[in-house]
């Protein structure tokens, strides 16, 4: 185990590296069919290829989607325990910001040596980052901030995890003396449009396993999802002129609200948080004809998910007695599952995570996420992938904020993660 130092040139160059990546507007659009669903996450892209290949990945590539490929070739000795043994390591994070808040001019504000107290943003006196929000800025009294300046987002989900890669990258290539076995590079776009994944050929990336740098606070591992489901009610009544329709209309709209009202209100998404599960009815359209509820369905286990279902359809039965002449039908579809049951089966990407962690100093802060990730879709296409923090809080919004000393902690942790890979499989030969 080597002494992994970084000193204060390379934390001047990660803050730079941030900071030129933060400038590129990289804005992704829910409505949008073309993929990537902006071009200008492209603009990114390319500059990371380019800086990719001055760091000497020969391979880096940006492809049609927009996805950027790259690898850090081997460097064990030969015979070196190790040597042609150690499994390839994804690294991965996504150059797209969230659709719905403004993301192009960001104008990144550096707060060296912060004092404490409340963070009030230069470009909107609206916004003040009030450290009652944020009990995270407790904890980085002296560090260096990074904040917008309040009139748009930061865009540190993700760009701190992708400056993070980077100046991994550059740190190994700056202390060739450091061994490690194959890394591999993957800066995807469309997270924040739920098409992260829709073009990642999980073969051809070459990865055993991967790392998404796109969690929050320092020393954070999230190897838990949600398991996700959707439900489509669909209300069939019977449209008769108003007039004349005494015991004869049968009114879908009627129906539905009969079924909205009769949910469990203990387990709505305004009720729930931790390890509990939901049902959200969330969308609702039609007339007295047809009707169409949407409902998603969440809970950390399938059983739980099962038994929001089951809850639901016990509702639309009632409803049904209620309703005689209405048709009501039910069906519920597949989303994605907890990436939980992927790792478990092969669960030394998630112990290797956390010995990176606690290789710091530092105690890992093991997070399950209510929602889903890159990572736990690429879990279930055969490549298990945990999620660790990328030290930026308050994502999606004006009020995001990163701490210079957590993205460092975080590089730090990426470095970690090869040296164990190699000490792991070399005491086990
Ligand atoms: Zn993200």
Redesign the pocket.
Known sequence: MTAIAFDAQDRRALLERFIRYVKVDTQSDENSTTSPSTMKQKDLGRLLADELKALGCADARMDEWGYVWATVPANLPAGHPAAGKVPAIGLIA?VDTYFATAGGGVKPHVIEGYEGGDVALPGDASQTITDGDNPNLARCVGHTLVTSDGTTLLGA??KA?VAEIMQAVAWMRKHPGFHHGEVKIAFTTD??VGRGTEHFDVSAFGARYAYTL?GSDIGEIEDETFCADSAVVTIEGHDVHPGYAKGKMINAVRIAAAIIERLDESFLPETTDGRQSYLHPYAIAGDVTKIDLKLLVRAFTEEELHEREDALRAVVAEVRDRFPGGRINVAVSESYRNMSYKIAEDPQVLEVAFEAVRRMGLEPVRRAIRGGTDGSRLSFMGLPTPNLFNGSMN?HGKKEWVALEWMEKSVETVVNLMEIWVEKTGSSQ
Do not use: A, V
């Open positions: 996504h989900d993700d995890g997270e924040e796109d994502f």
